[in-house]
């Protein structure tokens, strides 16, 4: 199992960007997907889930309305649209699925929401 983010940077308050997190190793579309992010010493947040099919969505209450979560299954790959960024939104983000009883998490993406 693998799992890759992409897309981090370092952006301006209010900016937007998308993270990409490919997949491989498993089959993608039978499994929910999930984006955490973890600030310099907080603990990590659950930030969003998406159901396998894509029906379902679920966002903390601190990005709702400015996060969206998607995937394409055909790409294996589960997005982030983080619009509206806050100082606040900077952290390290990791996709991350539940595989039976295990977790397996990508590397991470670091995002920095800086004037």
């Known amino acids: 199992v693998q799992l890759v983010e992409s897309g981090g940077g370092l952006v301006q308050p209010g900016a937007s960007l998308r993270l990409s997190c490919a997949a491989s190793g498993f089959t993608f579309s039978r499994y929910a997907m999930s984006w955490s992010r973890q600030a310099p010493g907080q603990e990590r947040e659950l930030v969003a889930t998406?159901?396998?099919?894509?029906?379902?969505?679920n966002y903390a209450d601190s990005v709702k309305g400015r996060f969206t979560i998607s995937r394409d299954n055909a790409k294996k790959t589960v997005y982030l649209q983080m619009n509206s960024l806050k100082s606040e939104d900077t952290a390290v983000y990791y996709c991350?699925?539940?595989?039976?009883?295990?977790?397996?998490w990508g590397q991470g993406t670091q995002v920095t929401v800086s004037s």
């Open positions: 998406i159901t396998y099919v894509g029906g379902t969505t």
């Open positions: 991350h699925s539940k595989l039976g009883l295990s977790t397996f």
